[in-house]
């Protein structure tokens, strides 16, 4: 999987800020995905859906909507008829820069959002609706009591999930006028309405009455016992495939011309790791060490997506796969039945008067552990003889060796 930044302008000229996730090959379709309501297109359900879909050929652009995450313009000026016009600013800016998107994903009220502008692009021939409520409307019970506030003196501050947003008349006036039944009615395009039955922040009965409403061809797929943000990665991995099996039926990929297939990222030289930001979140990077590509990033409690280990995993990693392959190596030379060799490593700061062994003698150091199981016939004597090869790993070696960074800025 690949990834681009991509930041385009809306009807306004502010720039919102988007990812595109993209597969390893030429992509054999494109997709818009609309976040919920507050979120941002790096909540876990857009990474991970949009990240699935990619692995099934189908690039997918996620964007934060005006006023959200990294996106310029100021949220009290933007309502729910700015976010369809953010969607239509989307795909013409996908239509420029690569082709324009055939499918359009929408959750929770971004769902609403998707089948509201879905009329206003020809090009998208399937819509798929996670969680949405069948009117915008149904947003008024989020904001609680700050209603009569807004209505009273004209905006108002709301805390939503711990976060504050301020909201204005408008924004309430406009979802009050959304033609949402017509909207679903005159759809004119494949549709798949997903959404939990249990699920209490939209109930199951929106999906009931967008499903009645719409013309065929429509499919309604159960999410079972997802929450409502399918927080839970395998809820969000099903939608995913789901979407991509169903939509494969009503996107044309044969107008993908050469000129408009994406081409594979430079090639990394041999004994080169290339590490660049993805775009997606604070943290997270694209790692390659010649054909092989990773994810690094941080954990949620430290800002990031939690999307692949962080540098010290990586650093253990590295040391334990050396030391674990090393073992490897001595034991099928001598001949010693090592059936499996597993290697558990933790890493910490420690006081230099709590260590014995080292030449610090003052302040903290880096300490890791290194726990070593040896499965097999063996004797005392031959894991002993593993034991002590373990540290002549070469990482071993180069973490416990002088080492020479030397940085160049181009």
């Known amino acids: 999987m690949r990834f681009e930044r991509f930041d385009f302008p809306n009807g306004r000229g502010e720039t919102l800020a988007g990812v595109l996730d993209l597969p390893e090959g030429a992509p054999r379709a494109f997709a818009l995905y609309a976040h919920c309501f507050t979120c941002g297109k790096d909540v876990l359900a857009a990474v991970r859906i949009a990240r ?79 969680a949405a409520p069948c009117d915008p409307s149904h947003v008024r019970k989020l904001l609680g009591d700050g209603i009569a506030a807004i209505e009273r003196d004209g905006e108002a501050e709301i805390l939503l999930e711990g976060r504050p947003f301020r909201f204005r008349r408008h924004f ?7 033609p949402m039944e017509d909207h679903v009615s005159h759809l004119g395009k494949a549709l798949l309405v997903m959404h939990a039955p249990l699920d209490e922040t939209v109930g199951i009965e929106n999906a009931t009455a967008i499903f009645s409403r719409a013309k065929h061809p429509k499919s309604f797929v159960s999410l079972d016992h997802a929450n409502h943000l399918l927080t839970d990665r395998r809820d969000a991995a099903y939608a995913a495939e ?14 993908m011309a050469p000129a408009l297939q994406l081409q594979a990222a430079d090639a990394v030289p041999d004994g080169v790791v290339r590490v660049r930001e993805t775009g997606a979140g604070r943290f997270q990077q694209e790692v390659r060490v010649g054909k092989h590509r990773l994810l690094a990033d941080e954990p949620v409690s430290n800002g990031g997506l939690d999307t692949g280990p962080d540098p010290y995993g990586y650093l253990l990693s590295a040391l ?10 001595y034991a099928e030379r001598k001949k010693i039945p090592l059936a ?9 700061r420690i006081y230099a008067t709590d260590c014995a062994d080292c030449e610090t003698e003052e302040g903290m150091v880096d300490h890791i552990e290194r726990v070593i199981h040896l499965e097999g016939d063996l004797t005392e004597k031959q894991r002993a003889k593993l034991l002590e090869i373990a540290d002549k790993c070469p990482v071993h070696r180069t973490l416990t060796s002088e080492i020479h960074i030397k940085t160049v800025l181009v």
């Not at 949220?75 to 700015?82: E, I, K, Y």
């Not at 309430?172 to 959304?178: G, M, S, T, Y």
């Not at 334990?320 to 190596?329: E, P, V, W």
């Not at 499996?340 to 910490?348: F, G, I, N, P």
Request: aromatic share 6%; proline share 2%.
């Open 340 to 348: 499996r060799a597993t290697v558990e490593l933790r890493h910490s």
């Open 52 to 130: 699935a879909l990619s692995a099934h050929g189908i690039a997918v652009l996620r964007f934060d909507f005006t006023g959200l995450g990294g996106s310029g313009g100021d949220f009290a000026d933007s309502n729910f008829s700015s976010n369809v016009q953010d969607l239509v600013a989307a795909s013409a800016a996908l239509a420029e820069r690569h082709t324009a998107p055939g499918l359009l994903i929408g959750h929770s009220l971004g769902g609403a959002a998707a089948i509201a502008a879905a009329h206003m692009l020809p090009n998208i021939r399937a819509v798929a609706t996670i």
């Open 172 to 178: 309430l006036e406009d979802i009050a006028r959304q």
């Open 320 to 329: 334990g796969a050396c030391t674990s392959m090393t073992i490897r190596m």
């Open 242 to 255: 789901v979407i991509a099996a169903w939509a494969d039926r009503y996107l044309d990929t044969r107008h």
